[in-house]
């Protein structure tokens, strides 16, 4: 039909040869083969452009195969020259998805995540780390160093909308690229990609392997009804050179740490160091993992559900290994740097609820409860001797934002772009003063209506939230309401049944816009104690309103969806033995992300 982009098979299947990669402790140690087919695209203006489809020839090893038979073969390489322990280090970025507070092993959960807390045990905690509610938002927080009252990106970022990072801003790998870095990205981007100059490799990455939405089929790769999975091996690959890859049956954690592996093996290393974005699809919802990772907890009393969950945090635990393993068999370890971090808290309540825990945090994803901006996050890596940073729990104040500045001062690349939000934290962390003592955290993204969005922000030991913080209920780690028998004995303390509790933060959590809270997170860090109408706080309370008010009066708004760039599924592209697959859409418009 009119409007419609379709695939037409054109031409044969080239064979893509074999390879083998021996696995550090996964079961992966066959070989197999790729292939591709090229095809035709037609746009809506009647051009056509070359797409190329990687298509699985067979054996668990194919992703990987496919990667590297279509590895980079971007331009002139960008070479800069460092004297004797000038050249800056290699970073390993690890972003887990929705992973909860109270999930990792080191916290006593019992799921076995023996990588990460290793890394915690040799590197650094940040006790005090703030992330934003919800993905997007801290996504192009970390990406922009800018808080999302100054981006427009408050909000998720749904499937088939235009809203983006937006283009004028600098992004963390346009930064490295002037430190001299080499910068690729595996996993899941969810920051645009209504238009190609949203995606990744147009906005500092020199490849991309992974998947542009929010949440897919870890199986499948499937999103929302398409297919949702592409390799583009250069910067600014677009059409004719950004590669729908076929990676239907192979689970997702495996992929991302076998082309991640790839990267590592084939990184120059007399050119810049390496910057790997490492971006986990685990352990996002859909609750799915390879049986194997759920058995080890089948003498677990746990739910089904719990027992998947932390199957998957296991079986991405376990791909984090493999990947250090590649660091350390190509010399690359000991002058790495490995930062891990969540992008919310644990969904427990909304949002796409998982059987994540932020026990004893109240509140989770897309909630303004420290259950829903308080993370994991934790470096780690022999480099970390290199800026003198002791091992241990660190507690200043650490914001997401702070990352792009952190990590540029590594770099010794100045930012150029827009004023940042983020401080650099280098000094801080080798057990300096602190960097910041306030952080803005957000407001409540989807499902809150926009006249119930709360705003919240911390100072030191003090918390205030403005409007409607979010469901705030105190999940367990086994999704009981109220999670262990000290929380029982408070509840039924006070005399109130699980129904009770459960009415009593739902209409709580929705009072309205005018609603204040006030909690001193150094006595109170469930927050169970509303101190905003004390007079015993009076002085603290007006304070801190004054702070937030300082915050929200720099705010632009929202963004909304381009009335010019309307998705339907007509836009999906038809590839032949996939079906419908995503692709940027909007060609009407040179900037799609609107201020309103």
């Given at each position: 039909?009119?409007?419609?982009?379709?695939?037409?098979?054109?031409?044969?299947?080239?064979?893509?040869?074999?390879?083998?990669?021996?696995?550090?402790?996964?079961?992966?140690?066959?070989?197999?083969?790729?292939?591709?087919?090229?095809?035709?695209?037609?746009?809506?203006?009647?051009?056509?452009?070359?797409?190329?489809?990687?298509?699985?020839?067979?054996?668990?090893?194919?992703?990987?195969?496919?990667?590297?038979?279509?590895?980079?073969?971007?331009?002139?390489?960008?070479?800069?020259?460092?004297?004797?322990?000038?050249?800056?280090?290699?970073?390993?970025?690890?972003?887990?998805?929705?992973m909860g507070s109270h999930d990792l092993g080191l916290h006593g959960t019992g799921?076995?995540?023996?990588?990460?807390?290793?890394?915690?045990?040799?590197?650094?905690?940040?006790?005090?780390?703030?992330?934003?509610?919800?993905?997007?938002?801290?996504?192009?927080?970390?990406?922009?160093?800018?808080?999302?009252?100054?981006?427009?990106?408050?909000?998720?970022?749904?499937?088939?909308?235009?809203?983006?990072?937006?283009?004028?801003?600098?992004?963390?790998?346009?930064?490295?690229?002037?430190?001299?870095?080499?910068?690729?990205?595996?996993?899941?981007?969810?920051?645009?990609?209504?238009?190609?100059?949203?995606?990744?490799?147009?906005?500092?990455?020199?490849?991309?392997?992974?998947?542009?939405?929010?949440?897919?089929?870890?199986?499948?790769?499937?999103?929302?009804?398409?297919?949702?999975?592409?390799?583009?091996?250069?910067?600014?690959?677009?059409?004719?050179?950004?590669?729908?890859?076929?990676?239907?049956?192979?689970?997702?954690?495996?992929?991302?740490?076998?082309?991640?592996?790839?990267?590592?093996?084939?990184?120059?290393?007399?050119?810049?160091?390496?910057?790997?974005?490492?971006?986990?699809?685990?352990?996002?919802?859909?609750?799915?993992?390879?049986?194997?990772?759920?058995?080890?907890?089948?003498?677990?009393?746990?739910?089904?559900?719990?027992?998947?969950?932390?199957?998957?945090?296991?079986?991405?635990?376990?791909?984090?290994?493999?990947?250090?393993?590649?660091?350390?068999?190509?010399?690359?370890?000991?002058?790495?740097?490995?930062?891990?971090?969540?992008?919310?808290?644990?969904?427990?309540?909304?949002?796409?609820?998982?059987?994540?825990?932020?026990?004893?945090?109240?509140?989770?994803?897309?909630?303004?409860?420290?259950?829903?901006?308080?993370?994991?996050?934790?470096?780690?890596?022999?480099?970390?001797?290199?800026?003198?940073?002791?091992?241990?729990?660190?507690?200043?104040?650490?914001?997401?934002?702070?990352?792009?500045?952190?990590?540029?001062?590594?770099?010794?690349?100045?930012?150029?772009?827009?004023?940042?939000?983020?401080?650099?934290?280098?000094?801080?962390?080798?057990?300096?003063?602190?960097?910041?003592?306030?952080?803005?955290?957000?407001?409540?993204?989807?499902?809150?209506?926009?006249?119930?969005?709360?705003?919240?922000?911390?100072?030191?030991?003090?918390?205030?939230?403005?409007?409607?913080?979010?469901?705030?209920?105190?999940?367990?780690?086994?999704?009981?309401?109220?999670?262990?028998?000290?929380?029982?004995?408070?509840?039924?303390?006070?005399?109130?049944?699980?129904?009770?509790?459960?009415?009593?933060?739902?209409?709580?959590?929705?009072?309205?816009?005018?609603?204040?809270?006030?909690?001193?997170?150094?006595?109170?860090?469930?927050?169970?104690?509303?101190?905003?109408?004390?007079?015993?706080?009076?002085?603290?309370?007006?304070?801190?309103?004054?702070?937030?008010?300082?915050?929200?009066?720099?705010?632009?708004?929202?963004?909304?969806?381009?009335?010019?760039?309307?998705?339907?599924?007509?836009?999906?592209?038809?590839?032949?033995?996939?079906?419908?697959?995503?692709?940027?859409?909007?060609?009407?418009?040179?900037?799609?992300?609107?201020?309103?």
């Open positions: 039909s009119e409007g419609q982009r379709q695939e037409e098979g054109h031409g044969g299947e080239k064979d893509r040869g074999e390879g083998k990669r021996e696995k550090n402790e996964i079961r992966r140690k066959d070989a197999a083969q790729k292939s591709s087919q090229r095809d035709r695209r037609v746009h809506m203006d009647g051009q056509e452009e070359a797409v190329e489809v990687a298509r699985c020839g067979g054996g668990i090893m194919c992703g990987v195969v496919a990667i590297a038979s279509l590895h980079r073969t971007s331009g002139a390489v960008q070479r800069r020259s460092w004297g004797p322990g000038e050249r800056p280090p290699h970073i390993l970025f690890v972003v887990l998805d929705d799921i076995d995540t023996p990588i990460m807390d290793k890394m915690v045990e040799d590197g650094v905690y940040l006790s005090n780390y703030y992330v934003l509610p919800a993905c997007s938002p801290t996504r192009a927080a970390l990406m922009s160093g800018r808080y999302p009252l100054h981006t427009g990106v408050n909000n998720i970022i749904f499937e088939g909308s235009t809203v983006g990072l937006p283009l004028d801003e600098e992004t963390l790998p346009q930064i490295l690229a002037r430190g001299g870095y080499k910068r690729h990205m595996v996993g899941k981007w969810h920051m645009g990609s209504a238009r190609w100059e949203q995606m990744p490799t147009f906005r500092g990455f020199e490849s991309f392997y992974g998947f542009v939405n929010g949440m897919e089929d870890f199986f499948s790769h499937a999103a929302g009804g398409a297919h949702d999975f592409r390799y583009d091996d250069r910067e600014k690959c677009g059409p004719g050179c950004s590669k729908v890859v076929d990676e239907r049956g192979k689970y997702s954690s495996h992929l991302y740490a076998d082309a991640a592996i790839d990267i590592i093996d084939q990184h120059d290393l007399e050119g810049g160091p390496l910057f790997l974005y490492l971006s986990f699809q685990a352990v996002h919802a859909p609750e799915q993992v390879p049986e194997e990772y759920e058995r080890r907890y089948n003498g677990k009393d746990w739910s089904k559900f719990r027992k998947t969950y932390a199957g998957m945090l296991t079986c991405a635990d376990e791909a984090i290994g493999n990947v250090t393993a590649a660091l350390k068999a190509r010399g690359m370890w000991e002058d790495t740097l490995v930062i891990g971090t969540t992008d919310n808290g644990g969904p427990t309540e909304t949002c796409v609820v998982s059987a994540a825990s932020n026990w004893p945090l109240r509140g989770g994803k897309c909630s303004l409860w420290e259950g829903g901006t308080r993370g994991d996050g934790f470096l780690s890596g022999p480099a970390l001797d290199r800026y003198k940073i002791p091992k241990g729990s660190n507690g200043n104040l650490f914001h997401v934002v702070d990352w792009l500045p952190t990590l540029a001062e590594i770099a010794g690349a100045e930012p150029q772009g827009k004023p940042l939000d983020g401080v650099s934290q280098l000094q801080s962390l080798a057990q300096g003063p602190a960097a910041r003592h306030d952080a803005y955290l957000g407001t409540i993204p989807w499902p809150v209506p926009a006249s119930e969005q709360g705003q919240a922000v911390v100072y030191r030991n003090w918390k205030v939230v403005k409007g409607s913080p979010g469901l705030g209920g105190w999940v367990g780690p086994d999704g009981s309401p109220r999670g262990t028998v000290g929380e029982d004995a408070w509840a039924q303390s006070i005399g109130e049944t699980a129904q009770d509790m459960a009415m009593r933060n739902f209409n709580y959590s929705f009072s309205g816009l005018h609603q204040w809270h006030l909690y001193d997170l150094s006595k109170d860090s469930g927050e169970r104690e509303n101190l905003a109408h004390s007079k015993e706080h009076a002085a603290q309370m007006s304070a801190m309103a004054a702070l937030l008010e300082t915050y929200e009066s720099t705010r632009v708004p929202q963004q909304k969806d381009d009335p010019r760039c309307p998705w339907s599924p007509e836009q999906w592209v038809m590839v032949e033995g996939l079906g419908p697959v995503w692709a940027p859409w909007c060609y009407a418009s040179r900037e799609v992300l609107l201020y309103r």
